[in-house]
């Protein structure tokens, strides 16, 4: 018995010292108040879309299948393209993204929206952005 309690006091002991540590820097971190915890999450915004790229022959015209996109301006914007049909690609000059779009493979793009204001993007394949292959991406102050 007389054996078995020196390997339990050590124990205790070790584990009673972690976890007066371990309180003792959580004290010491500073405090977020509630205001910097909501700038935070909101300057950590992502905003997800997901759309496709194809030729509709119904229509007879390549097009996207989301036409218009609304953020704000310090949003992450993550979109998911998947080009069903056709050759695409995917652009929005002011933020200087260029995507390929192979054909049946998502391909993800990321940006910050550092500009507010009202931006196309469109395919760039010829006569595509003519016919109609554009959409707006709408960043709000």
Request: aromatic share 10%; hydrophobic share 40%.
């Amino acid at each position: 018995m007389r054996k078995l309690l020196f390997p339990v006091l050590v124990v205790v002991v070790v584990i009673g010292a972690g976890l007066f540590l371990s309180k003792s820097k959580q004290a010491s971190a500073p405090a977020n108040t509630d205001k910097e915890m909501v700038e935070n999450l909101a300057s950590e915004s992502v905003k997800e879309f997901t759309m496709t790229a194809y030729y509709d022959p119904a229509l007879k015209k390549p097009v996207f299948s989301l036409p218009e996109m609304a953020v704000k301006k310090g949003d992450k914007v993550k979109i998911k393209v998947t080009n069903t049909l056709g050759m695409h690609d995917f652009l929005i000059d002011e933020f200087k993204v260029a995507e390929e779009l192979p054909l049946n493979e998502e391909v993800t793009i990321e940006f910050t929206a550092d500009k507010s204001g009202d931006f196309v993007y469109y395919c760039s394949k010829p006569g595509h952005r003519q016919n109609g292959q554009w959409g707006t991406l709408k960043v709000t102050e």
